[in-house]
């Protein structure tokens, strides 16, 4: 099993370091990938990078928000994946693959159904054996919501999940304080470019006059993301896709990381007491790691992150 203990190199100890750091200087060159686009049930479409070795087990990784498949945390996850023994699907959300979407709708905290859709068309294009779950930031939260609030597929096994705002609101208003002001603004400006890209092939159905004027999450779901996808407002759109509620019904083996110093999570979002009520889950709370960091020096150039995750996908006392 996991061990819960992750010591940070030297000077790394500091929450933002571990969560810059690997965004700005790490480079993983190692993951080739097969990109396949498929339609979706509505009639749009998702871009999906895969990476195999003739495995029959499968592991399907969800980015972060405003991430995608070529994110070094990633490619990093994918590498370790295919070291394990495991065939490897990274998929980018709508509109995140370099493309946008053809419908105004796009991607949040709740899209179980693309994520359903992806584990049906895996499942469905090779003879894979079982299926696993791995998914950073929002992408996790999306792999608990998809397991506790859906029926998840037979063929989903195990999961894995780090940096989870399970709890939307609280991990929200942190994003708000001016000691993330950096991350927030730089959230706000990926995002604009994706409005601004929708206005081109969808003139008319969306805007962005006085997007200046919106400063956090609150703002930015009230106008967009709320209305976009059927919620009342943002309050609404946390409180129905926060993962944090739907943890003690999840059935699948499943392990959740959540560094104590991560600059994105509240207390709120450390499901102590979900996570102890159901022995599905296995909690683990290092104190460093920040958020989708847990940076290691090796030679394997893998993360510690990474490492966790193949040792439990690959353990067999569960």
Known sequence: MPENIYIPPFLFGNGHIQTIFPVVFRKVDSVCYKRERITTFDNDFLDIDWSTNNNN?????????????????????VKAINNGGWDALAWNYRSCSGEPNRLLRSYHNGVTDDL????????????????????????????????????????????????????????????????????????????????????????????????????????????????VHGFKNAYDYW????????????TVPTLIINAVNDPFLSEACFPVKEAGSNKHITLSMPESGGHVGFVSFNKENLYWSEKQAIKFLNSNDL
């Not at 359903?116 to 792999?143: C, D």
């Not at 092939?201 to 967009?224: E, H, N, Q, S, V």
């Not at 409180?239 to 999840?250: A, L, Q, R, T």
Request: glycine share 6%.
């Open 116 to 227: 359903s859709w992806v584990i049906h068309h895996a499942k469905h294009r090779y003879p894979y054996k079982e299926i696993a779950l791995v998914g950073f930031s929002l992408g996790g939260n999306l792999t608990l919501l998809y397991l506790g609030r859906e029926t998840p597929d037979p063929i989903v096994k195990k999961a894995v999940v780090f940096s989870v705002p399970c709890d939307l609101k609280a991990s929200s208003k942190i994003l708000a304080k001016p000691t993330n002001k950096i991350y927030m603004k730089r959230f706000l400006i990926m995002l604009h470019q994706k409005i601004k890209a929708k206005m081109e092939i969808l003139p008319g159905l969306i805007d962005d006059k006085g997007y200046d004027k919106i400063k956090d999450f609150k703002a930015f779901d009230d106008r967009y993301t709320a209305p």
């Open 239 to 250: 409180k129905k896709c926060s993962s944090k509620p739907f943890i003690p019904d999840i």
């Open 57 to 77: 087990r499968l592991a399907i990784v969800s980015h972060g928000l405003e991430g995608n498949t070529s994110r070094a945390y990633v490619k990093g996850m």
